[in-house]
């Protein structure tokens, strides 16, 4: 029986029609696996997954393999795109019981749910043997299997949350980058060896820190104070962070990692130098990295991070938007059965493609020095190039005979959380570089999530074709979206997304609480698991836990509401725990508690829409880097947006009013003024 057939995952999709006896993760699985008296075989990925794959061709459509499954277990396939809850909870019985995990990851567990025995690829033979085995085990010792998985969910329950503390201070912060710093590869960028994957999060908080301390030391300097040991101190913590983050982001950009020809970033590269990529590429890294390329050339007027944050916008646009408006989530690493074999070159293709002269050219230019297999290479451009009309030439030939290649799969089903990423970014970059049809896409996307994964405050995770999925969104879909919806509200003034996201914050407020300041991963009300998921630390992308924290204070910031601030505060707590050793895992914790610290700023705009006036001190206003600074736009006082309130234009001219904690200075005019307002201001 094919269960998979009406499936929203491309992922289960790609196994609809496997001779293995598919169930969807759901409570028909465990009522069959009670029924028959036999355990569960869970198998998690996603479709983008290079090893997810090899294992489908060597097993999952392997008819001998197929049958000792069929026979012996229950086979549940799950998305962990769709499932992130049930990927959480069994991801962490396979790290505790192997002491790694990784996709696929493949689970046996009771008819209960309860994992007994964990593991991830498994060759053909391998996992045939392993089937006997679990087999033999269940059949021959069931009390001794049973009791094994029961011990295995206590002692997961029996784990204690990751502690809190108080707010971060600017002490808290200067040590997170002391201790970034200690890990930071000062030849390669980045932070570790290899693999190495894009710190976009941890990126983010360095620019933030980096603007805060050079905004203070100009006001320090405009007051004419004298600068002592502490502030020279803030200062050289100031230059680190910027240093970190410029040399990373110059290096990932000139790498292997990031699509020289047509944008856009692969998922991590396998080496420390950023050369050979895993081929995938994620929305998410896409979004985050395109934002944090923006706020890159926001801060310093970087060449570089214009032309790739434009670039990554425009990738998004081409290769990601579905028909609908939504972005998709992936694209596979593999073609023709081939990792890579869309992306890489020999130097024999390239002069086919551009002849003798340009060829050579190309292939010093890009590095083609046999970096992957068969002779092939992943393009660099370490340098930029010396004839960028050259470069333009045959940049467009390899494209266009790139294009007659077999392309990646895409998954394109939409993923509220990471669509509330893409909309972030896209909103900022079309404001920032003057491209409306930037801000249009990322309006597109909110109304399709808005209006398809919506009803009252529940959010769905996903939809694919118009069609919404059935799981619930978890906590990083609210707070991301919430995080994506108020960044729209600030470029555009509309006063919908402002709404929205205030309805999505007080839903985490009130069904993802934990009691204690902070938040679990799925709602009171969602599927019960054997365990109740709450990492509050980044992985891939924000935690939900520290994406709550940044969308709470920037809300908090635009009404003035104490209970959104002191949830924002009490979240951010985990970061001063982990600021000293662990500070690549609460990058975006320590990016909203550096919000938090400096204010956040607050700027109200007012005046008619379309006033060449209005609009140029809106793009003042989104210009500066000061950390977390928020933007309410309106025609004048409103009664929706609270910062508005009472703020009008000024002897009938558009005005300006830069505050914090709602307590504002003096309304200005000009741009210019309101730059001085907004130095005085930090």
């Not at 292997?256 to 080496?271: C, N």
């Not at 994620?282 to 801060?299: E, F, P």
Request: one cysteine or more; a negative charge.
């Amino acid at each position: 029986m094919n269960r998979l057939k009406d499936a929203t995952s491309p992922y289960l999709l790609q196994h609809a029609d496997n001779p293995v006896e598919w169930f969807p993760w759901g409570d028909e699985a465990f009522a069959e696996a009670r029924r028959r008296n036999v355990p569960l075989l869970i198998s998690v990925g996603y479709s983008a997954c290079h090893w997810c794959h090899v294992m489908a061709h060597e097993s999952f459509e392997d008819e001998g393999t197929a049958a000792l499954m069929n026979e012996h277990f229950v086979n549940v396939k799950v998305d962990r795109e769709e499932r992130p809850d049930v990927d959480a909870v069994y991801m962490s019985a396979t790290q505790a019981m192997n002491g790694h995990g990784g996709w696929p990851m493949t689970v046996f567990a009771t008819p209960e749910g309860h994992p007994f025995y964990t593991g991830t690829y498994f060759p053909r033979q391998q996992f045939q043997r392993l089937l006997t085995g679990v087999t033999n085990a269940w059949t021959g010792d069931r009390a001794a299997v049973l009791e094994q998985g029961s011990k295995i969910v206590e002692a997961l329950n029996e784990r204690s949350a990751l502690p809190s503390g108080p707010l971060p201070t600017p002490d808290t912060l200067a040590r997170a980058v002391r201790g970034l710093a200690g890990s930071f590869d000062a030849e390669r960028g980045g932070f570790g060896g290899a693999p190495k994957f894009p710190p976009s999060m941890a990126l983010e908080f360095l620019l933030r820190h980096a603007a805060a301390q050079a905004v203070g030391a100009a006001r320090d300097d405009a007051a004419g104070e004298d600068s002592g040991a502490e502030a020279a101190e803030a200062g050289a913590t100031g230059e680190a962070a910027a240093a970190m983050a410029v040399h990373t982001l110059e290096a990932m950009a000139r790498g292997g990692i990031y699509d020289q020809l047509a944008g856009g970033f692969a998922r991590y590269s396998v080496d420390a130098d950023w050369v050979v990529p895993h081929f995938e590429k994620m929305l998410y890294d896409n979004a985050l990295l395109l934002r944090v390329y923006a706020h890159w050339w926001r801060a310093t007027g970087s060449v570089l991070g214009r032309r790739i944050a434009l670039e990554t916008a425009d990738w998004l646009l081409a290769e990601m938007r579905t028909p609908e408006g939504g972005f998709a989530s992936a694209l596979d690493a593999d073609s023709e059965g081939e990792e890579g074999k869309f992306y890489v070159w020999s130097p024999e293709e390239l002069r086919e493609v551009l002849g003798e002269e340009d060829g050579d050219w190309a292939i010093g230019l890009f590095e083609v020095t046999g970096t992957f297999e068969h002779g092939t290479s992943v393009l660099q451009l370490l340098e930029d190039p010396d004839d960028p009309e050259r470069f333009a030439r045959v940049r467009s030939a390899l494209l266009a005979a790139r294009a007659g290649r077999v392309r990646p799969g895409r998954d394109d089903k939409v993923v509220a959380a990471w669509n509330g990423l893409a909309v972030a970014a896209l909103a900022e970059a079309g404001a920032l570089f003057d491209r409306p049809d930037l801000v249009e896409a990322a309006r597109r996307a909110a109304t399709l999530v808005d209006e398809l994964h919506l009803d009252g405050d529940r959010l769905l995770r996903t939809s694919r074709d118009g069609r919404a999925g059935a799981n619930a969104g978890v906590l990083e879909d609210y707070a991301d979206l919430a995080e994506g919806l108020l960044a729209l509200y600030g470029v555009t003034g509309e006063v919908r997304w402002f709404r929205r996201a205030g309805t999505l914050l007080d839903a985490i407020l009130e069904r993802f609480s934990d009691g204690a300041g902070g938040f679990y991963d799925t709602a009171e009300d969602s599927e019960s698991l054997f365990q109740r998921p709450q990492d509050p630390t980044d992985n891939a992308t924000p935690s939900g836990q520290f994406a709550a924290a940044g969308a709470l204070l920037s809300y908090a910031a635009l009404t003035g509401s104490a209970r959104h601030r002191e949830a924002a505060e009490a979240a951010l707590g985990t970061v001063t725990v982990l600021a000293d050793r662990h500070a690549r895992f609460a990058g975006w914790g320590l990016a909203a508690a550096q919000a938090a610290v400096s204010g956040p700023v607050e700027v109200a705009v007012v005046g008619p829409a379309g006033d060449p006036a209005t609009a140029a001190l809106h793009r003042t206003a989104l210009l500066s880097p000061l950390p977390g600074l928020v933007v309410a736009l309106g025609e004048g006082d409103s009664d929706e947006v609270p910062l508005l309130q009472g703020r009008g234009p000024v002897g009938g001219e558009p005005a300006a009013y830069v505050c914090r904690g709602f307590t504002c200075r003096m309304p200005v005019t000009t741009p210019a003024a309101l730059l001085a307002e907004l130095a005085a201001g930090a």
